[in-house]
């Protein structure tokens, strides 16, 4: 869940469709994301494949916990923290 919910927020961001590995790296070469929360994003995919391919890796309550969690923090910087800022900027501005 928290894989596919990443790879809707790239694309949304402008990714080119394709591996999500890749649409990560795009919005990092872009600049987009910087290259810590890309390293978020790839913590994120790793563990959603292993949890996509059981037969690789066990995926735990607490694996599950902190990947729900660095995917809401990959939210929070891409679509929460922005739209506080403009906010902000647009009231500065009146």
């Not at 469709?17 to 890749?22: I, T």
């Not at 994003?41 to 959603?48: I, K, N, Q, S």
């Not at 690789?56 to 910087?77: G, R």
Request: with cysteine.
């Amino acid at each position: 869940m928290a894989r596919r919910a990443l790879q809707t927020a790239c694309l949304d961001k402008g990714a080119s469709k394709g591996r999500l590995a890749e649409q990560i790296k795009e919005l990092a070469d872009k600049g987009i994301i910087t290259q810590e929360i890309k390293n978020w994003a790839d913590v994120v995919r790793y563990v959603g494949n292993d949890a996509a391919h059981p037969e690789d890796k066990d995926v735990n309550e607490d694996d599950a916990k902190d990947i729900l969690d660095l995917a809401e923090q990959f939210m929070h910087v891409i679509y929460v923290a922005p739209a506080i800022a403009n906010e902000r900027k647009k009231k500065r501005n009146k």
